[in-house]
């Protein structure tokens, strides 16, 4: 009988989230015009619940002071009080209020996995069109290498990384970051070798263009559709490998809030019977599983656009 | 057919020169680090003396190609070294723990793997049904999930009403049978997160195909659905799913590390975890190469078979 | 008896199929009636987009992904395929009704060898035992003029060469002795000399099992050979239908006539070039990749305000020429002259000028075209680059390019490729390398992928600008009906040598070096016993 309430609860929240998606896709479609709109009628329900969410979190992480009821470090009360209407989800080992933490952590936590991300793809795709399309000496001796690092485990390569040089949030960054560059550079070489091929190009190498040009006016703009959707998934891939290091004791470091340690400070609970200690995981889940109902959608439409 | 096995010999020299230089990242990254090793473990305050002692003791004396010769010779012959924590040999630490990893991560590829494969190809044949479309749907929420938030659920269901056990404690004396129904939960975590993805990575390559000239052609012929996909199809999609099924068990070794640490599990990844803690490098470079290693060999079986799958290789003009 | 007087095999009235773009459906076949009486050919003709190759599928009951059928009747041997089950469809498909597709390398399934792929039909179906089909296999092989055919079928299709493979295919409809086969482009993707076995071979065996057939093409010569009635298709509608000869001799309508008129233009011939410095000159050219030369001791000259035409088939070594004049691939001996001083063989060596002379015109304006660029830049770059144009001037040049190669550029100036017919694109190919005003333009096969109408523009316009301004051509091509409309010279290349080379009124004349008169002779006329008089010519040749 119990099995059957959750299930029941379950569908309800689906077709809540459902709905929310499509109520979010129409009100885009009805506040842009022109391509923009046009694209938009294109994404299933799913999609727009992805936009939905990751417009939520922005706000929630823009906004975190004005929408937490505590400072982020400071102990309110005992430890792992129950839900009530002071501390709306209780407090944490420390005696935190849980709801602030989660509110912080969307700052902390997806900020921190956004910069690294956008390090891993500067760094990446730029390496990975310049070795396609230079190709040669430099081609090879840059694949090879990635070839390498590719061939260890990441989370090995990572937890390996750290030991070395000790745990910190600027280290995790970088440590993440380069392993996560040689992701994108295999992407971004694959797919610039796909275009450079083309006749267009030959065309260009053929009129004396520079190397900048070439790449800048005639290859990025047609790799923008494959790239853009990569950064969402190694977005996705970088979150939760830092989630996972944080969880781990190995990621972020406490005081600081973030979803991960969270998981681990607050676990014990679980055997309890309570699911406090599921809402920061679940919030991880929430944002990869929105990013990638997005991602899935644009590679959709990008392998439909080239037939 | 020689030049398939030229091919095949060539991939397993990659392979073993591949392994070569890993060893080589994994030795050379303590190498890395800015100032003395043992300085920066011991911490400042550690006098002159004990670090002097500290680094003998490291081997750190020694010119650093014959300490990597030294580690390297002894790894091949199982010997990685003593730790620096508790002072046991690395070699005793990683025996059983090495067997306890294994049995998971096989446990979870024996569920995941045909699952996957059957579910991929029922859904590539119903493509775009209501059953595909939930069946993507879930597969991507799956893959979206930290594997802590899916083994948490897991133990909040199943483990809560007394089920399952919410830690697989087991040690030289569990019985095969106590085994399995120990190690239930770590390995339903791992079998819902790799499963989805070799789903859809095995019906998108018989997507892909399914717009080929020749499977027009195989309709033309007057073939039922399910014989097109399995007869024509499947065999040419076999390139990719082997790729993504030992993508997905190099990911299962790995991706034990944290779901040992949820259900206090006793394999090399908890022991990688702990030692990373107390920056026990000669057991986390141990532990690391033997990941790696296993990563390089499935990825090679993977490069070999695929290569073989493909009779524009097998059978040359 | 007659074919018209045997029973009707298969009829369609009022066919309507509709396809799917950007989430609309649009009609592409709009109301075509087919009858086809048992043994009788049906040539269906028309340009690109006419919905020949939608309708051949339709006989079968099969409509593509993002097609639908959407209205008529298709009544075969009195079943109709719209209402029966999609059971009672595959019991018909491959067992009564069979289909050769236009590329067999691509419609063999490469993981089977060929005589299990032609023995599925017949086992699946319950005609024959793997063991019966398998000798009736190495039957039809022999029939369709295969080599080896008691062994050819344990081959892999990759194993096997084109022409061979299309027979192979040919013989694999055929398995189940079918009514209907439906041949759709089967010979397109064939060298010319290649395609008359091909024809040969498919026109025997239909005869020799009373088959039924729908034979599709875009080549009015070809389908002249092969069919006994023909119907011309344009955009979904049928134009008019009448038995073969009568076709081909008395057009009824306007687009027919237009059809059949393109084969007939010529540019006016040009005086002989007498002295002067050629503007390209070839000189003892061999190169090639790795080991192997592809292109070996080649040698000839452009003149200004003429066009020397490169014949040959695949794999001849005619682009492999163009590569090293452009210097993507710089020969292993030989050098190339422009106005009589050497060229440095690498591109990247060449000055900036060097470049702007010499452009190149592609084959794939699809794939010649950066997508993501608009007309504006596309033209206007090189102008910009080799000119230094900038601002108004460059804006009113690109205006002008436009003008030349008859577009509106009000309308066009700043539209994407792909908001552009296949001809236009090809258009504005030839825009970007006027834009560079050169001396010397290269075209490679620009003609090959557009319909036969818009081909003809395409080389009227090329005619055009050539006398304008005074342009020197190198035209690649596998036609040699686009060499006799726009060639002033001939150059005919097989396997990396020049075989003959002259003037055009001479190259069309004999006596021929042989490979030149096997080409020539392999060309289809638009006799309907021309292929017939051509293989009885051919076998009293080889018998003595």
Request: charged share 25%.
């Given at each position: 009988m119990a099995a059957l309430i959750n299930i029941f609860w379950i569908a309800v929240a689906i077709a809540l989230a459902l709905a929310a998606g499509w109520l979010f896709r129409a009100v885009a479609i009805a506040l842009t015009r022109g391509s923009v709109a046009r694209m938009l009628r294109t994404a299933p329900v799913t999609a727009g619940f992805g936009m939905l969410v990751i417009l939520i979190y922005v706000l929630v992480a823009i906004f975190a002071p004005v929408i937490a009821p505590f400072a982020e470090r400071e102990v309110v009360g005992a430890q792992f009080l129950p839900w009530d209407s002071t501390y709306h989800l209780g407090t944490d080992n420390l005696g935190r209020d849980m709801l602030t933490r989660l509110v912080y952590a969307a700052r902390n936590t997806v900020g921190i996995a956004f910069a690294t991300t956008a390090l891993a793809f500067i760094a990446g795709s730029i390496l990975g069109l310049l070795a396609a399309t230079v190709g040669g000496w430099l081609d090879q001796v840059l694949s090879r290498i990635v070839d390498i690092l590719m061939a260890i485990p990441a989370l090995v390569f990572a937890l390996l990384l750290l030991t070395i040089f000790g745990t910190s949030v600027l280290k995790m960054v970088l440590v993440i970051a380069t392993i996560d560059a040689t992701r994108v550079f295999r992407l971004a070489r694959s797919v610039a070798q796909d275009i450079v091929v083309m006749d267009y190009i030959e065309a260009a190498r053929l009129r004396g263009e520079g190397l900048w040009r070439l790449i800048t006016r005639e290859i990025l703009p047609n790799a923008m559709a494959p790239l853009v959707a990569e950064f969402g998934l190694r977005f996705c891939f970088v979150f939760l490998m830092i989630s996972a290091l944080s969880f781990l004791g190995l990621g972020i470091q406490p005081p600081t809030a973030d979803w991960g340690s969270m998981v681990r400070e607050n676990a014990s609970l679980i055997t309890f019977g309570d699911i406090t200690p599921l809402l920061p995981a679940g919030a991880i889940a929430l944002l990869t599983v929105a990013v990638n109902f997005v991602v899935d959608w644009m590679l959709h439409r990008a392998s439909g656009l080239k037939e | 057919m020689s030049v398939i096995w030229t091919m095949v010999a060539k991939r397993l020299g990659l392979g073993i020169l591949t392994l070569f230089v890993i060893s080589l990242i994994i030795f050379g990254a303590t190498e890395l680090l800015p100032g003395d090793l043992a300085k920066s473990i011991l911490g400042q305050s550690a006098t002159p003396e004990t670090v002097a002692a500290f680094r003998k003791e490291l081997g750190l004396d020694l010119p650093a190609h014959t300490r990597y010769l030294n580690w390297l010779f002894g790894a091949l012959q199982g010997d990685f070294g003593t730790s620096l924590a508790n002072k046991r040999p690395i070699a005793d630490l990683i025996s059983s723990r090495l067997g306890n990893t294994l049995f998971l991560a096989l446990y979870a590829a024996a569920i995941s793997v045909p699952l996957s494969l059957a579910l991929g190809v029922l859904a590539a044949l119903y493509r775009n049904s209501i059953f595909d479309r939930a069946a993507n749907a879930l597969a991507l929420t799956s893959i979206s999930f930290p594997e802590f938030f899916v083994a948490y659920i897991l133990i909040f269901v199943l483990a809560q009403s007394g089920l399952f056990p919410s830690m697989a404690q087991v040690d030289a004396r569990t019985g095969f049978g106590e085994m399995l129904y120990k190690t239930f939960l770590p390995a339903l975590t791992l079998t819902l997160v790799v499963t989805a993805h070799m789903m859809r990575m095995t019906r998108a390559a018989i997507i892909n195909l399914l717009a080929s000239p020749y499977i027009e052609m195989a309709r033309l012929k007057g073939m039922k659905p399910m014989r097109v996909i399995l007869k024509h199809a499947l065999p040419n999609a076999l390139a990719p799913i082997i790729t993504v099924v030992a993508l997905n068990l190099a990911y299962l070794i790995t991706g034990v590390v944290v779901v040992e640490v949820v259900f206090v599990y006793p394999g090399l990844g908890q022991l990688m975890v702990d030692s990373v803690a107390k920056r026990d490098f000669p057991v986390v470079q141990a532990v690391a190469l033997i990941f790696a290693a296993a990563y390089v060999l499935l990825n090679l079986t993977a490069d070999v078979l695929s290569t073989l799958s493909n009779p524009r290789l097998v059978h040359r003009k | 008896m007659t074919k018209t007087e045997k029973p009707v095999l298969l009829t369609i009235r009022g066919l309507r199929i509709e396809g799917r773009s950007d989430e609309t459906w649009s009609e592409i076949v709009k109301g075509v009636d087919i009858t086809l009486h048992k043994g009788e050919v049906l040539g269906l003709i028309g340009e690109s987009g006419a919905g020949k190759s939608t309708i051949g599928l339709a006989a079968m009951g099969f409509a593509r992904d993002g097609c639908r059928i959407s209205g008529g009747t298709i009544d075969f041997d009195g079943v109709d395929l719209r209402t029966a089950s999609e059971a009672e469809r595959r019991e018909l498909r491959g067992q009564r009704i069979a289909y050769v597709a236009q590329s067999a390398a691509a419609s063999f399934n490469p993981a089977h060898k060929l005589i299990d792929q032609y023995s599925e039909a017949p086992v699946q179906h319950g005609v024959m035992s793997k063991a019966e089909a398998e000798r009736d296999a190495v039957e039809l092989y022999r029939r369709?003029?295969?080599?080896?055919?008691?062994?050819?079928?344990?081959?892999?299709?990759?194993?096997?060469?084109?022409?061979?493979?299309?027979?192979?295919?040919?013989?694999?409809?055929?398995?189940?002795?079918?009514?209907?086969?439906?041949?759709?482009?089967?010979?397109?993707?064939?060298?010319?000399?290649?395609?008359?076995?091909?024809?040969?071979?498919?026109?025997?065996?239909?005869?020799?099992?009373?088959?039924?057939?729908?034979?599709?093409?875009?080549?009015?010569?070809?389908?002249?050979?092969?069919?006994?009635?023909?119907?011309?298709?344009?955009?979904?509608?049928?134009?008019?239908?009448?038995?073969?000869?009568?076709?081909?001799s008395n057009p009824r309508e306007d687009y027919t006539k237009s059809l059949w008129a393109v084969r007939t233009y010529a540019r006016p011939v040009q005086p002989p070039v007498t002295g002067g410095t050629p503007v390209v000159s070839v000189k003892a050219v061999t190169a090639g990749y790795g080991a192997v030369d592809i292109l070996k001791n080649i040698n000839f000259d452009v003149y200004k305000r003429r066009t020397v035409a490169v014949v040959g088939e695949s794999g001849s070594g005619k682009s492999t020429a163009a590569r090293v004049i452009t210097g993507l691939l710089p020969p292993r001996q030989g050098q190339v002259l422009f106005d009589g001083k050497p060229l440095p063989a690498d591109y990247?060596?060449?000055?900036?000028?060097?470049?702007?002379?010499?452009?190149?015109?592609?084959?794939?304006?699809?794939?010649?075209?950066?997508?993501?660029?608009?007309?504006?830049?596309?033209?206007?770059?090189?102008?910009?680059?080799?000119?230094?144009?900038?601002?108004?001037?460059?804006?009113?040049?690109?205006?002008?390019?436009?003008?030349?190669?008859?577009?509106?550029?009000?309308?066009?100036?700043?539209?994407?490729?792909?908001?552009?017919?296949?001809?236009?694109?090809?258009?504005?190919?030839?825009?970007?390398?006027?834009?560079?005003e050169p001396k010397f333009i290269i075209c490679d096969e620009v003609t090959s992928a557009l319909d036969q109408l818009v081909a003809e523009g395409i080389l009227k316009l090329l005619d055009r600008l050539q006398s304008e301004f005074d342009l020197a051509y190198m035209f690649i091509t596998h036609d040699l009906a686009t060499v006799k409309s726009i060639a002033d010279e001939v150059v005919v290349m097989k396997d990396g040598r020049v075989v003959e080379q002259g003037p055009k009124p001479e190259m069309f004349q004999p006596p021929h070096d042989p490979y030149t008169e096997l080409l020539l002779s392999s060309v289809p006329e638009m006799d309907p016993d021309w292929l017939t008089r051509l293989l009885d010519e051919r076998r009293r040749k080889a018998n003595g």
């Open positions: - | - | 369709m003029r295969l080599p080896n055919p008691d062994e050819i079928g344990f081959r892999y299709p990759h194993q096997v060469s084109g022409g061979q493979l299309q027979r192979a295919m040919t013989a694999m409809a055929m398995s189940c002795r079918p009514d209907l086969i439906i041949f759709d482009e089967p010979t397109t993707a064939l060298d010319v000399t290649t395609q008359i076995e091909v024809l040969s071979a498919i026109r025997d065996i239909v005869a020799q099992f009373d088959t039924a057939a729908i034979y599709i093409t875009h080549d009015l010569a070809v389908v002249a050979q092969m069919a006994d009635k023909i119907k011309v298709l344009l955009k979904g509608d049928e134009v008019e239908e009448a038995d073969t000869r009568s076709m081909l990247r060596s060449r000055s900036r000028d060097q470049l702007r002379q010499a452009q190149m015109i592609y084959q794939m304006a699809d794939t010649a075209l950066n997508p993501k660029l608009r007309l504006r830049e596309l033209i206007g770059r090189p102008a910009q680059m080799y000119l230094g144009l900038q601002g108004k001037a460059l804006t009113e040049r690109i205006r002008d390019l436009l003008h030349l190669i008859e577009l509106e550029p009000d309308k066009y100036i700043d539209r994407l490729p792909s908001e552009l017919s296949g001809g236009q694109k090809q258009r504005i190919g030839i825009a970007r390398a006027l834009a560079a």
